[in-house]
């Protein structure tokens, strides 16, 4: 099916058709509904990635298809039950939408496939903008600036960090991957500065932007593996899909500040395919190491090394609080055996790692 409407659908906040609350467009996960004004033909956008539930077509003859507005995905059902029921006072001017049976050589996005250089990596509304973005926030780089950090530069340490960039469309930037930094900041000051607990909640915040950031920096890699599915999923979900796993632990250096440790695992020697088994992506913000683990195939990893109780797991997120900062720290050597630890069924090399114990102490 394809519908068009004259202008993609730009608004901030909307009153869900289903509950009446509001919907805010850059937090909540919502879905766009289309439909006749009696009800008689509904479309929910998108309640998956790239997937649209519609009743079938064609649409009723002599009635004309608008865009309604939208719903929080949990009041769908409530939504539907209303507009088909005529309880919900819709307004007097409603942009038009033209729905036509699809044509028979309709190709679909491909969503098994990583996003390719200039596509947004998060949605293909390839009628939006798109401009070139910093994969690290500038309020992150002002932060370790502000704290004397640097990076290694062909084995020199300087004082500027360079940071890689990635087309990102102007409305997935402005909108939720904007607030999705503004929610996250706290929280990551406060594990570069505290002693302190993460809680649950807290937990899934830095999980899910461990998980932004992970596509980015593999969308923007020389050889991007990570289909296009997980970012349209993160987009929508406003959470890592329940696929991935990811892990935090600890880490200290201030002469390499961002190290970034992708590493693939690939099937089992011998095995009739190449196919890469899953995508292993470690990076290091200043005090916090992230580790975001995206399964191209079913099945999870067996039990990990956690260098005495020093990585823990946040996505699926766990019931108990973190005690931060964890017991022992990573550095940018010892942070290249945990960005190993899932092994790759290749043949294993033993890593010498010596960690160092946390200071526990609260800041001066
Ligand atoms: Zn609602
Ligand atoms: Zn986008």
Request: aromatic share 10%.
């Amino acid at each position: 099916m394809v519908a068009q409407g004259p202008v993609p659908f730009t608004w901030r906040r909307a009153t869900c058709l289903g509950c009446g609350e509001v919907v805010r467009r850059a937090r909540d996960e919502w879905i766009e509904m289309t439909g006749t004004r009696s009800g008689s033909w509904l479309m929910a956008t998108e309640t998956e990635a790239e997937r649209s539930f519609a009743d079938p077509l064609p649409v009723p003859p002599g009635e004309e298809v608008f865009q309604l507005g939208a719903v929080h995905r949990r009041c769908l059902r409530q939504a539907y039950v209303r507009l088909r029921a005529q309880q919900v006072v819709l307004p007097d001017s409603l942009p038009v939408v033209f729905v036509d049976e699809p044509p028979a050589n309709e190709s679909f996005p491909r969503l098994h496939l990583p996003p390719r250089r200039g596509e947004c990596p998060f949605c293909s509304r390839n009628y939006v903008s798109m401009s070139e973005e910093d994969i690290y926030p500038l309020w992150l780089i002002r932060e370790l600036q502000s704290r004397g950090a640097g990076t290694i530069r062909d084995g020199r340490w300087v004082a500027r960090i360079s940071l890689p960039t990635i087309p990102v469309c102007i409305d997935c930037n402005n909108t939720w991957m904007s607030t999705m930094e503004q929610d996250v900041k706290p929280q990551l000051i406060s594990l570069f500065d505290n002693v302190t607990l993460v809680d649950r909640f807290n937990q899934v915040r830095l999980a899910t932007w461990a998980t932004k950031i992970a596509l980015l920096l593999d969308a923007a890699g020389p050889n991007p593996l990570i289909p296009r599915g997980f970012g349209h999923d993160l987009r929508i979900r406003k959470q890592p899909h329940r696929g991935i796993w990811v892990w935090m632990a600890t880490y200290s250096d201030v002469a390499d500040v961002l190290p970034v440790h992708p590493w693939l695992i690939l099937p089992p020697a011998g095995g009739d395919s190449d196919e890469v088994h899953a995508v292993c992506i470690t990076f290091s913000v200043f005090r916090v190491a992230f580790q975001v683990l995206i399964p191209l195939v079913g099945g999870g990893p067996a039990e990990l090394e956690t260098f005495g109780n020093s990585v823990v797991q946040i996505w699926p997120p766990g019931p108990d609080d973190i005690d931060w900062p964890l017991p022992y720290f990573f550095d940018r050597e010892s942070i290249v055996a945990f960005s190993r630890r899932i092994y790759d069924n290749r043949e294993s090399v033993p890593l010498h790692v010596a960690l160092t114990a946390s200071v526990r102490q609260a800041p001066q």
